[in-house]
């Protein structure tokens, strides 16, 4: 009687095991607001949702641990856009930690780091590293929060913000853990 009974109760604590992280963080994680850069998809099988690029996404290449930026040496342009170039591919696909700082009523990226910090971080992917229109080194991070459903009668006022930049994401972090709790206009 004990092993059916521990067979039948396997499969609800492995549901209660895959729901608890994302409860934990909705309870007790910290509150942080970032800015995005909202692509909007319509989805057949899943419905009206958003995929998201967040502001703290890209960041300039000094964020990056130190063994990724230290240049020995003075260097022509052309060689440090190599260096550049081929320290991103050995970085593509690591895992880092976006370490965050309150500026303003938003969250930004302070530092990357290899390790999991103390205090307030994200866990990131590393993407790649290009140059922007200024010509200054940027690095693309992916964060695994960039879908959002939303309910099929309020998904044209958040479409219209979305497409003027006027859409903040509420997201809670608890032990490095993100969850997107909610997208608003501001």
């Not at 995929?51 to 230290?70: A, C, G, L, N, R």
């Not at 895992?95 to 700082?101: Q, T």
């Not at 006022?157 to 608890?174: C, N, P, S």
Request: glycine share 6%; with cysteine; aromatic share 10%.
């Amino acid at each position: 009687m004990r092993k059916y009974l521990i067979i039948a109760l396997l499969p609800l604590l492995i549901l209660v095991g895959l729901t608890a992280k994302p409860v934990l963080t909705y309870t007790l994680g910290e509150e942080i607001i970032l800015k995005t850069q909202p692509v909007d998809p319509y989805d057949l099988f899943r419905g009206r949702h958003m995929v998201i690029s967040y502001e703290i996404s890209t960041v300039d290449i000094s964020k990056m641990p130190q063994d990724f930026t230290q240049v020995q040496g003075d260097l022509a342009p052309v060689e440090k856009d190599d260096l550049y170039m081929k320290w991103g591919e050995n970085y593509r696909g690591k895992k880092l930690y976006a370490v965050l700082k309150k500026d303003g009523p938003y969250h930004t990226v302070e530092r990357l780091v290899t390790e999991p910090p103390a205090g307030l971080y994200l866990p990131c992917t590393f993407q790649y590293v290009d140059k922007d229109a200024d010509g200054q080194y940027r690095v693309r991070l992916n964060y695994n929060l960039d879908k959002y459903f939303i309910p099929e009668d309020s998904s044209s006022e958040l479409e219209d913000a979305a497409r003027e930049g006027l859409v903040l994401a509420k997201v809670k972090v608890y032990h490095g853990y993100p969850l997107l709790v909610d997208l608003s206009k501001h």
